[in-house]
């Protein structure tokens, strides 16, 4: 635990200036980011005696052991870079929404030629229209059903769309007048664009002037004696306010607002967002977050608005915001909404009528939501808390192993061999710390030695940036290094606080195998001078756990938590693991001798393989004839001409179902004269094909 005042600046050090601060441990990880109108002052706030901090407060002061700041001109500038900071480092005792769910949103493709109505979750995409956030995918669906009779846009995916516009034959939607079939130009681009935008007006809330035009369609066709027409036109509107009967009129002035209500206690909140579009509920959310920081309702509003808004833009945000409590200060949070949106927003607390009655509603749900979220979090709390320790007496550990890493191999008869990394923290998948690895130290099957090369270039690398930095952070070496690491997902390069994959040891690491691959684990730590990780194996035969230098196996109860835990783990590894390699050899199947092309990319090689049909027709083509495809000059043509030269044919692929040679056309794309369709296909020697996935 460190000492505030060991890193306490100087006075009159701090410049009484907006800004934003961070603090730092002593491992560089940023652990805190706040802003604050007078960085003196608030900065004064921390290091004054720690009997009179608030716990919290004073379990960050005592983890920190460095303080940093970035002066700004406005008190919106300390607000923007607040957000960016928290959203780049992610530091632990910053509050941090967490949804319960990832929410759908009924999304309209704008982008497209033929736009298409569809569910969608995760990050918004430009040129995309969004509706919503919804409780449920299905409520998305019943909507849009009932809306198709009205506005028949199309839903379909881009594969049924190309496949009906080959065959010139609708889908059913198409054959029940539930879509307009521009796949088969039944409508012009032009006007089934005019219909999207006319669903995504209705779906905006403007549904008056659609119903109002339907009624008079409908009663010229009855004057006119059109009576089928009329009923057709009555089902539509009937349609229409059944799926405006889904979103009650909550407020009678046709309303654009969001509601946020706040629900907390000592240690948790929880939010609840209400979206409003023209006087009707269009989209509901919820967050949860643990208070490791001392914050006020007000600031608890201001990291949501943060949360809510900070990827937004224009009507995204809307012209009113209404919440328990305002943010301290307020101007600049709401001059901060106004620049997001262009134009003036209101953000206040509803003080009577309509929307203090609906604020009533989204203030029930958000309490409901904490007590529903306590219920859950404490059954998993325990559970989860009752594996490690089972795991910690079970090992005979110290402590309760807070991290865990499990690595598994994976090849297919000793091709492709790979390893994975899997990492939990608090019983809980950490999947931003997944690594991947490429055995390249020797050729072959050999399970015992790649695991010994695998524990040994993680903690190497581990232990050579300790060793470089005096800090336990540790830099990614990119893509792929000499020894043919391949990182899960991009991370950052820099030293600068953010998360890292290798930045922390585990306390045990957890290997998929028996004794062997423990003995393999444990002897690379020991050559490196590591003795404080905990090693242990779990075998899949009988579920034993293996310990180095033990002669037998320890075995835990079959409804023990810290088993089941320990499989989860080692299931995950596996999994990880399984699909890298699955990756890899599937690559390697796919590979044409266009790849080793040098200069040509995956543009011109798919307008070469269209241009020609096939490997086997580009081979026997001219050089002129290689000219005529787009993109292509003759230096070119001749570098594939001669490429193309060199390289043999690969070997015919096999039909594993009947034993037939398949008739390869070189592109990737293997044909058969015989056997059933759908029949695996695989290709090289016999041993291969008899090779199992590990």
Not at 279 to 299: F, I
Not at 398 to 411: F, G, K
Not at 444 to 455: A, L, Y
Request: aromatic content about 6%; proline content about 6%.
């Amino acid at each position: 635990m460190a000492d505030p005042s060991s890193y306490r600046p100087r006075p009159g050090q701090i410049p009484d200036s907006p800004g934003v601060y961070k603090f730092r441990d002593e491992h560089r990880r940023v652990i805190y980011v706040g802003k604050a109108k007078s960085l003196r002052q608030r900065l004064a706030n921390y290091f004054q005696d720690l009997a009179g901090l608030h716990p919290r407060t004073r379990s960050m002061v005592t983890t920190a052991a460095s303080v940093e700041w970035t002066v700004v001109s406005t008190e919106v500038e300390a607000l923007q870079l607040e957000y960016s900071w928290i959203k780049e480092f992610d530091p632990r005792f910053n509050v941090k929404y967490r949804d319960d769910k990832s929410y759908p949103y009924l999304a309209v493709t704008m982008n497209e030629e033929f736009p298409r109505v569809q569910v969608m979750r995760g990050h918004k995409k430009k040129g995309v229209r969004y509706f919503g956030p919804y409780a449920h995918a299905w409520a998305i669906r019943d909507t849009v059903d009932l809306l198709l009779r009205v506005f028949p846009v199309r839903t379909c995916s881009t594969g049924v769309f190309k496949n009906a516009a080959r065959t010139g034959r609708p889908c059913l939607l198409g054959y029940i007048g539930k879509c307009s079939a521009p796949c088969v130009g039944r409508i012009t681009p032009e006007d089934h664009l005019d219909l999207a935008e006319e669903f995504c007006d209705f779906m905006a809330g403007r549904t008056g002037t659609y119903l109002r035009r339907l009624e008079k369609q409908m009663a010229e066709a009855a004057e006119e004696l059109e009576y089928e027409r009329a009923a057709r036109l009555r089902d539509d509107i009937g349609a229409l306010r059944k799926a405006m009967e889904k979103s009650a009129v909550v407020l009678a002035d046709a309303t654009d607002a969001d509601l946020v209500a706040v629900a907390e206690d000592e240690l948790e909140a929880a939010v609840q967002i209400f979206h409003v579009r023209g006087g009707r509920v269009r989209g509901q959310r919820g967050w949860v977050t643990d208070k490791v920081e001392e914050v006020t309702t007000g600031a608890l509003v201001e990291h949501a608005l943060q949360q809510l808004y900070g990827e937004e833009r224009g009507d995204a945000v809307p012209r009113e915001v209404l919440v328990p409590a305002l943010p301290d200060p307020v101007e600049p949070v709401q001059e901060w909404l106004t620049g997001r949106r262009g134009a003036g927003v209101s953000l206040r607390i509803p003080q009577r009528g309509d929307k203090k009655a609906l604020m009533e509603t989204v203030q029930r749900n958000a309490q409901q939501a904490l007590a529903l979220h306590k219920t859950r979090r404490a059954s998993d709390l325990t559970t989860r808390s009752r594996a490690l320790e089972e795991i910690a007496e079970a090992l005979d550990l110290d402590s309760a192993p807070l991290r865990v890493e499990c690595y598994d191999i994976s090849h297919l008869q000793g091709d492709d061999v790979v390893a994975s990394m899997v990492v939990f923290e608090d019983g809980l998948q950490r999947k931003g710390e997944y690594r991947r690895f490429q055995i390249k130290g020797f050729a072959g099957q050999d399970d015992v030695r790649s695991m010994h090369e695998v524990i040994t270039r993680r903690f190497r690398r581990y232990l050579a940036e300790k060793e470089r930095t005096g800090e336990w952070a540790d830099g990614d070496p990119g893509p792929v290094d000499a020894g043919g690491e391949v990182p899960a997902v991009p991370a950052a390069t820099e030293d600068d606080g953010r998360p890292k994959r290798f930045a922390y040891p585990p306390q045990l690491v957890v290997v998929d195998g028996g004794r062997p691959q423990v003995a393999a684990a444990r002897r690379a730590l020991d050559e490196l001078g590591i003795d404080d990780i905990a090693v242990c194996g779990l075998a899949k035969r009988l579920e034993e756990v293996w310990l180095p230098d033990e002669e037998d196996p320890v075995v835990l109860p079959r409804s023990s938590e810290g088993l089941y835990l320990l499989q989860r783990v080692r299931d995950e590894a596996h999994r990880f693991a399984i699909s890298y390699q699955r990756t890899k050899r599937a690559k390697r199947f796919r590979s044409s001798p266009l790849d080793d092309v040098p200069g040509l990319g995956e543009t011109r090689k798919q307008a070469l393989i269209k241009h020609f049909g096939s490997v086997k027709r580009l081979r026997s083509a001219t050089i002129d004839q290689i000219c005529e495809v787009p993109g292509i000059g003759r230096k070119t043509a001749e570098t594939i001409a001669v490429a193309l030269a060199q390289s043999a044919p690969a070997a015919p692929a096999v039909n594993t179902a009947t034993g037939e040679i398949m008739e390869d056309d070189e592109d990737g794309a293997p044909e058969t004269t015989a056997g059933a369709p759908g029949d695996p296909v695989t290709a090289g020697s016999p041993d291969e094909r008899r090779g199992q996935e590990t």
